[in-house]
């Protein structure tokens, strides 16, 4: 079972357990883990489950499709390492993943 760490703005971590095919964004929610608010469930449609991947992970997960990339384009803070987290699917290769919620979702 994968495990993904999720790291908020003000330095707390959690380590959370996954199972394969979830989104990164719905083992936050299932945890009750502050910051990713993913207002419209997940629809790629609120960009407010923005997170920023750790850098040693941004290019060993599957490239963004069209419309999260247009999704990002609202996103204050996005950067080369954000990601919309309803849109990552969890595999056995993100074992490990590190994703740090951005301030501006509390
Ligand atoms: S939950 Fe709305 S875009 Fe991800």
Not at 9 to 38: C, R
Not at 65 to 91: G, H, N, P, W, Y
């Amino acid at each position: 079972m994968p495990s993904i760490h999720y790291i908020l703005y003000d330095g707390s971590e959690y380590i959370l357990d996954a199972l394969l095919g979830e989104s990164v964004m719905i083992v936050a929610k299932n945890n009750n883990l502050q910051g990713i608010l993913a207002e419209c469930g997940g629809a790629c449609s609120c960009a407010t489950c923005h997170v920023h991947i750790d850098p040693f992970w941004v290019d060993r997960l599957p490239p963004k499709e069209v419309l999260e990339e247009e999704m990002l384009e609202f996103v204050e803070d996005a950067d080369e390492t954000s990601r919309l987290s309803c849109q990552l699917k969890i595999t056995e290769d993100m074992d490990g993943l590190i994703v740090n919620v951005p301030e501006e979702q509390y």
